[in-house]
């Protein structure tokens, strides 16, 4: 066991997680199918531990042609029953049929000139805090300093809800935020955290 494995945050003692943590967690994701996938895969993890996600992504990305907004937002009932047979993702009926909607409001925003990757940046806190500060006191030390969503998360949810988006209520959308780097939220004693890059 190395001192990384003993101070890493979450995820030892699985190779897949592990690696999410050290090379993905709080890095920024930019880019329209990125931050579809990031979205859809928080959502499905609604009530599922993260890891079971986790290991279904690359199910995920075979199931939803490669998180391509405008494959899926064509799709209807026919494809709905033939996911809800894919073991390769999470079986649920609504999480699935949001996905399909969420593509066709993703399509909506680009037809209106907008991007999901500027509107969800748009949210990141002004005071959201540098991961090389320097300072111990620059971050959360354990996982009861980390909110389960804040305002920005709550603004940002009702934002896409007015867009069309559904199942992604105020603390899925900070789940997003923090997989994809608009805050940092690796403990200070995580050797991550000064390692994560801003957006």
């Not at 996911?83 to 925003?109: D, F, Q």
């Not at 030390?141 to 949810?157: C, F, G, Q």
Request: aromatic residues 8%.
């Amino acid at each position: 066991m190395t001192a990384t494995d003993t101070l890493r945050c979450f995820g030892t003692g699985d190779a897949l997680y592990e690696h999410y943590h050290d090379h993905e967690w709080g890095h920024p994701v930019h880019g329209e199918a990125a931050l579809f996938e990031r979205l859809t895969l928080e959502g499905a993890q609604s009530g599922l531990s993260w890891l079971t996600v986790l290991r279904k992504r690359e199910g995920y990305r075979e199931a939803f042609a490669g998180f391509d907004a405008a494959v899926v937002a064509r799709w209807g009932e026919a494809e709905v029953e033939r996911l809800m047979n894919n073991p390769g993702i999470v079986r649920n009926r609504r999480k699935i049929e949001s996905t399909l909607s969420n593509a066709r409001a993703l399509v909506a925003l680009w037809d209106a000139g907008e991007t999901l990757d500027e509107i969800v940046w748009s949210y990141q806190p002004l005071d959201a805090t540098p991961a090389d500060a320097g300072t111990a006191d620059a971050g959360p030390r354990t996982w009861a300093d980390i909110p389960a969503l804040t305002p920005e998360s709550t603004a940002l949810a009702r934002d896409l809800k007015r867009r069309g988006f559904t199942w992604l209520g105020p603390t899925t959308v900070y789940a997003a935020m923090q997989a994809c780097g608009l805050v940092n939220d690796h403990l200070v004693t995580c050797p991550a955290r000064a390692l994560t890059p801003r957006g």
